[in-house]
């Protein structure tokens, strides 16, 4: 433990057993000296491990948060190319890739933002209601199937 009271007492050791202070050249780090309580010593411990590990993976995430949209957008461009060369063959492809690259990187960015909110759309609807109000917007609106 760091001795507070070190400019009172000018240097001379405290009469606790925790006297070293963690600034002193060669001193132990406070959860290493003698003296102190082995489950405050294990406690401790396991605070840093979790700390640390925590840490570690906040990194990682944190990372993947960053890069994924990036990739995401490149593989719609990809996307984007591919379709273009089905359409209108590799040399007009390569071509029209090469006058417009911000329309190409545009279209993939929309490309990309359509996928996604048709992507939480599906995942945020139930089938079940999507058959509902299909039965019901018939029902209202068509003379051809007018539900029974």
Not at 6 to 30: E, V
Not at 72 to 77: A, L, P
Not at 82 to 87: A, E, I, P, R
Request: one cysteine or more.
């Amino acid at each position: 433990m760091i001795n507070l009271n070190r400019r009172r007492d000018q240097g001379k050791p405290s009469p606790r057993a925790c006297s070293n202070s963690s600034t002193a050249p060669g001193a132990r780090p406070t959860i290493f000296q003698q003296g102190v309580n082995v489950k405050n010593r294990l406690f401790t411990l396991w605070n840093y491990t979790v700390m640390y590990t925590q840490s570690f993976f906040k990194g990682f995430f944190m990372t993947y948060l960053a890069v994924m949209p990036i990739a995401m957008w490149f593989g719609s461009t990809v996307i984007i190319g591919n379709y273009l060369t089905s359409f209108v063959g590799e040399d007009r492809a390569a071509a029209f890739v090469a006058k417009h690259p911000v329309l190409i990187g545009c279209l993939a960015l929309f490309y990309m933002v359509a996928t996604c909110g048709m992507g939480y759309w599906a995942w945020t609807t139930s089938l079940s209601k999507i058959e509902a109000d299909f039965e019901t917007r018939n029902r209202n609106h068509s003379g051809l199937f007018k539900a029974a």
